[in-house]
């Protein structure tokens, strides 16, 4: 028991660089206080004593604000940080090293018995507010956006965000990247919207539009080969863009902007 209570101080360590001392986390932090509970409870619930053991998972639940049900099946080195509005359903099972943040739900959508929570693989981590929702399985290291809704499978290495949640992150070559922050730049986009480390949707798709305004540049500029070694006459460089055009677009953008910030002019009298 002592050797897991270590272990559980050395996981926060890892975790939360606001951990200072073994003292401090063994009595400030609500997330393990939980965990320990419910490793009593559970211990009850494997004993059949259905009623002490839900009774120790209320009392834990009044003292940490993290409920979870006596039936889950929780891994080694799990970590709730700040842990107020956690919510563990009866057949949810978490592996190892996983973390989740405050007001998580690991709920069913069904009022049927057998499996209705969520699987956790390894070292998932679930940001705060999300819900995972139903039999779904989490695959291992997945990333899961704070806020997020997820009801449907989650691959191994993925991040996902939104409501409905969607796969937000996917792995790029760095010469792939180098390319998209070449092209953003040129055509005035921030260069935050391109970041592969950015689990952001539109982000995403920005990147996947460099990629095809790249390609058409390409194909546009064999076109304009081919056509002049057969006696045409075209360019043969696809002509830059005009920043002082977005100079202009971006000037309007800041008038318009400041026009509805203006109070509104008081209507005339008749």
């Known amino acids: 028991m002592f050797q897991r209570i270590r272990e559980d101080i ?3 360590y890892a975790r939360d660089p ?19 509970w419910h490793r009593l409870s559970h211990k009850l619930w494997s004993w059949r004593c259905y009623w002490l053991a ?28 700040h842990g107020m509005g956690v919510v563990i359903g009866e057949t949810a099972e978490i592996g190892d090293d996983v973390t989740i943040y405050h007001g998580v739900t690991l709920g069913g959508t069904s009022w049927n018995q057998g499996k209705r929570h969520p699987t956790l693989k390894d070292g998932v981590v679930i940001g705060a507010g999300a819900k995972v929702l139903g039999p779904v399985t989490i695959g291992k290291t997945a990333r ?18 939104g409501i409905p949640a969607r796969v937000a992150h996917t792995t790029v070559s760095k010469e792939v990247n180098d390319r998209r922050a070449a092209m953003a730049k040129q ?59 977005m100079d202009f677009l971006s000037a309007e953008q800041e008038a318009a902007e400041r026009r509805k910030q203006e109070p509104e002019s008081e209507q005339e009298k008749p």
């Not at 951990?19 to 400030?28: G, K």
């Not at 834990?60 to 049900?69: C, K, Q």
């Not at 095809?212 to 002509?239: F, R, S």
């Open 10 to 12: 050395q996981s926060v």
């Open 18 to 36: 606001a951990a200072r001392n073994w003292f401090e986390v063994l009595t400030t932090y609500p997330g393990l206080h939980a965990i320990w």
């Open 54 to 81: 839900r009774f120790t998972s209320t009392l834990a639940r009044w003292l940490t604000g993290v409920e979870i049900h006596p039936g889950a099946r929780i891994g080694r080195r799990f970590f709730i940080d």
């Open 144 to 161: 899961i956006g704070s806020n997020a809704v997820v009801v449907k499978d989650v691959p191994d290495e993925t991040t996902v965000v």
């Open 187 to 245: 055509y005035g986009f921030d260069a935050y919207a391109i970041s592969p480390d950015n689990p952001d949707p539109v982000a995403t798709a920005i990147g996947r539009m460099l990629d095809h305004v790249h390609l058409l540049d390409q194909k546009v500029a064999d076109l304009c080969c081919a056509v002049n070694q057969l006696g045409g006459n075209v360019c043969e460089e696809i002509p830059e863009v005009d920043m002082d055009d």
